[in-house]
Every structure is written in C-alpha cells, then in structure tokens.
C-alpha cells in the first residue's frame, strides 16, 4: 500500500521568508496529492491540491511541486506570515483508489 | 464551509462501554471517511462508505464498526472502548472518488478512562 513521508517534523522561520515542506510517495500509481492546514484545536482545512498531469500548481502566496519520476512533492508558502503557523499535511491517493494517505505532519512556525 | 456536522464534539467515558460517534452531512456527497488523529501519526483512515449499505475498512480499522442508513448520516461505534481508543476522530466526505477534495467535520475528542 501506500506510503508518505513528510520531512521536516517542525519548521521554524522568520516573517517574510519562505518556508518549504517535502513529501515522499511510494506507490507510483498515486496522482492526487492535497495538502490541509490545521491550526490548533480545528479541523484540517484543504489548502491546496495538484494531480499527476501538472508540474506545479500556485495559489496566491502558496505553490505545491510534484516530481512524478522521483515521488515526491512539496509546499511552498512565500512572503510567510504569523497566521501561517499551524500543522500541514500532505497526503496522496490513486486516481481510482478510495483512500487518501497521510504524512504525519510538519509543525510550521513564523515568527516575528 | 462543507455541511458536515459531527456529534458529540467531546466524549469521556469508561473502558469496556459501547461509544457511537455519528457523522451528518447536507451536501448529498456520495463518500464519508471516518478518520483518527493521534500526534506523531497524522491522520490515519478507519472505515469509508462509498454509498448507503457500502462500507470498507481502512488502515486502523479493528476495534471500530460502521453503518450507513442513509446517505447524509455515517456512524462509527466502538463495541467496546479502550484506552487506546482515545483519539480525536475526524469524519471527511467526498463528492467522488479518493482523488477528489475531502473536507472534513470539526471533529470529536473522544477520551476513554
């Protein structure tokens, strides 16, 4: 089955920079991957999401990456604010899987 | 926001008691996850239901049974709680398949003595 790593655990920057979140996939047949912020105490709340068919996808302030040959993925949140802070999550599923599987989170901090 | 409303937001009760958590949505979306939260484990999938009377288990799914009736409700029960069922268990639904978005319920921190 499926498996997602998501590296760093906690993740410390400074207002106005950018912060970089990575994700890793196992199984090569995964084309959706979603990732959900969630603040303390609330529920995760879908930020952003790319399919297998697109290199990269932007929103504003917040860009997801995918290497579809090396399996893995990323968040890019620039111009980084305090509201920033929270949980991330990346996750991925088959195209006609009906599972999503998650990475256990990366703790984002923005100080300032 | 997605209509989904999940009940109770907060439960404590006793080793060896049944414990029935339940789900409603008012969108008419066909998939409903239910999903547990635990630090340093993410979110992991107990049991989904693609359809009323269809269900199929998930990674975590011993100790938990659900049911569907009817499309908007999806319940999760617990024959017989342990404490290593304290989680807060989040519920998820779905217009179509795994590849498309989930969005998910506010959530129930269940704490089992």
């Known amino acids: 089955g499926e498996n997602v790593e998501q590296h760093p655990s906690t993740l410390s920057v400074q207002e106005g920079d950018s912060a970089v979140i990575k994700c890793t996939y196992s199984d090569s047949a995964s084309n959706y991957f979603p990732w959900y912020k969630q603040e303390l105490g609330k529920r995760p709340q879908l930020i952003i999401d790319i399919r297998s068919n697109v290199g990269e996808k932007k929103d504003q302030r917040i860009a997801v990456t995918l290497n579809k040959t090396a399996k893995h993925f990323s968040l890019h949140i620039t111009e980084t604010q305090p509201e920033d802070s929270a949980v991330y999550f990346c996750a991925a599923c088959m195209e006609y899987g009906n599972k999503l599987v998650f990475g256990a989170g990366t703790i984002l901090r923005v100080k300032s | 926001d997605a209509g989904i409303t999940q009940s109770p937001r907060h439960k404590v009760t006793e080793t060896g008691t049944p414990v029935t958590l339940r789900c409603h949505q008012t969108e008419n979306h066909r998939y409903m996850y239910w999903y547990r939260q635990d630090p340093g484990h993410g979110l992991r999938l107990i049991h989904y239901s693609y359809g009323v009377k269809d269900t199929d288990k998930g990674e975590v799914s011993d100790g938990y049974s659900v049911s569907r009736s009817k499309t908007e409700d999806f319940l999760l029960t617990l024959e017989s709680a342990t404490s290593s069922q304290t989680s807060v268990y989040f519920c998820?639904?779905?217009?179509?398949?795994?590849?498309?978005?989930?969005?998910f319920g506010d959530g129930t921190r269940l704490s089992i003595l």
């Open positions: 998820a639904i779905s217009g179509g398949q795994g590849d498309q978005p989930q969005h």
